[in-house]
């Protein structure tokens, strides 16, 4: 095995404390506020057509603008984040996306919320980038899996979060309220988290080994005086080394041996995971209503199937750290494809919604699993964000022609088809795990890094 740096073993024996709360709260705090901001599209674009804001058309470039904006997000936040550091990204994102909120609020035209909305898509898609690759580099390794399962959980608070303000709030005062809360919280978690440490991994990979020990030091302080267990091992601590020039962040060497495994598999995990979620989630209320359900009841049975979401991360988090990395993505990747294949067959209601929140429980615990766990932890430190934002970008981008091929299938074989689709997706997800995913479990970042370049 080869030999771990100091900071990345020192962050590893590190007992679970107040600081490792503190920081999966903030980051949690944000990505919270990114699905809540989501999610409540649906709502908003359906009350500005009931007031003729905006049509089906107006509705399209609303939504197109802010898958837009997920793509730019995640690549220029990502090579950033590589380049000047997590805590300086996190912090710009998080500014952009409330502060364009907010300003969205006070939209005058329906082409300026347009506008804004591809703003506030950058401030989003580099929120998820960063917050997940970020937390994984302060977790130790023997709880990482959980830890990110339990960030994802949070994440997913935003669904019926959403669904509930909207709700109370929309029909009573419109949908600028919606922006101008989603805005506000932003603010105030935004400056929550000035003092929000810099990793001190990417400090090490960057050559800037006296700033990497003195929030190293600072870190360990903080842990000592809150912790019940104090194991750090005296022979990991040392005086600041030299300073050293950092690991050059080129994009390209994703692309060459021997990362290339590894971006080709990031890649299929993130487009999969994005294609088979969103058909089944956006899909879902027209399928039920094409079936012949009215569409009060389609949207009642979607809210209540997508609840799955929470136990679904939370199911991810405990079998991660327990079973493996591989394991579980193919087997959890196996009986989703199974189940969607059989939702296609139900028609009783009590079928359609225990099935249908099968499905979405299954699907759930796949994003804790590969976008909140695996893809994360498998690139070297000076490059992460770089790694996840590219195949984060590529499973937007797949996003934006998946619907057509999604409207054929209907056209051509009807409704239900597209749960088979999302059968074959799922299982192409799992070949492609079975075939190049390496096992992660329990294993430093720096000796994943040493498989990944050994």
Aim: with cysteine.
């Amino acid at each position: 095995m080869a030999a771990e740096s100091s900071v990345g073993a020192r962050l590893d024996r590190l007992p679970i404390a107040r600081f490792h709360r503190r920081i999966l709260a903030l980051i949690g705090a944000g990505l919270f506020l990114d699905s809540f901001d989501i999610y409540m599209q649906g709502p908003v674009l359906a009350y500005m057509i009931s007031t003729r804001w905006s049509d089906a058309a107006g509705n399209a470039q609303f939504i197109s603008s802010t898958f837009a904006g997920l793509v730019v997000g995640a690549l220029v936040s990502a090579r950033l984040g590589d380049r000047l550091g997590r805590r300086t990204t996190y912090q710009v994102n998080l500014l952009i996306f409330g502060s364009v909120t907010l300003l969205a609020a006070w939209s005058p035209t329906f082409s300026f919320l347009v506008f804004c909305r591809f703003l506030i898509g950058i401030g989003l898609g580099g929120e998820v980038i960063v917050g997940y690759g970020t937390l994984a580099e302060f977790v130790p390794a023997r709880v990482r899996g959980r830890w990110q399962g339990m960030l994802a959980f949070l994440s997913n608070l935003g669904l019926p979060a959403s669904a509930f303000l909207s709700l109370l709030i929309i029909p009573r005062f419109g949908w600028r309220w919606m922006f101008g809360i989603v805005g506000v919280l932003s603010l105030l978690v935004w400056t929550a988290r000035k003092r929000f440490p810099e990793s001190p991994r990417w400090l090490e990979s960057r050559g800037r080994k006296g700033e990497a020990e003195a929030q190293m030091a600072s870190i360990e302080a903080e842990v000592k005086d809150t912790a019940s267990v104090w194991d750090i091992a005296d022979d990991l601590l040392h005086e600041p080394g030299p300073e050293e020039a950092g690991k050059p962040v080129s994009a390209i060497s994703l692309f060459r041996k021997p990362l290339l495994r590894r971006t080709i598999l990031a890649m299929l995990i993130m487009i999969c995971a994005n294609v088979s979620v969103y058909a089944f989630t956006a899909w879902l209320p027209t399928i039920l209503f094409s079936s012949g359900m009215s569409m009060t009841n389609s949207l009642l049975y979607n809210s209540l199937m997508q609840l799955g979401s929470l136990p679904g991360a939370l199911i991810g988090a405990w079998v991660i750290d327990r079973f493996g990395r591989r394991p579980a993505l193919i087997s959890f990747s196996l009986v989703a494809a199974v189940v969607s294949c059989l939702y296609a067959f139900m028609h009783s209601p009590g079928a359609i919604l225990a099935v249908g929140f099968m499905l979405t429980l299954l699907l759930y615990a796949l994003v804790a699993l590969s976008f909140g766990t695996y893809v994360p932890e498998i690139f070297p430190t000076h490059i992460r964000l770089t790694g996840v934002g590219l195949s984060n970008a590529s499973g937007r981008i797949a996003n934006v022609f998946a619907p057509y091929g999604l409207a054929a299938l209907m056209a051509y074989f009807g409704a239900h088809s597209i749960y088979f689709a999302i059968g074959a997706v799922l299982l192409v997800k799992a070949a492609g795990v079975w075939r190049l995913a390496e096992e992660t479990r329990c294993k430093s970042l720096e000796e994943i890094e040493q498989i990944s370049t050994g």
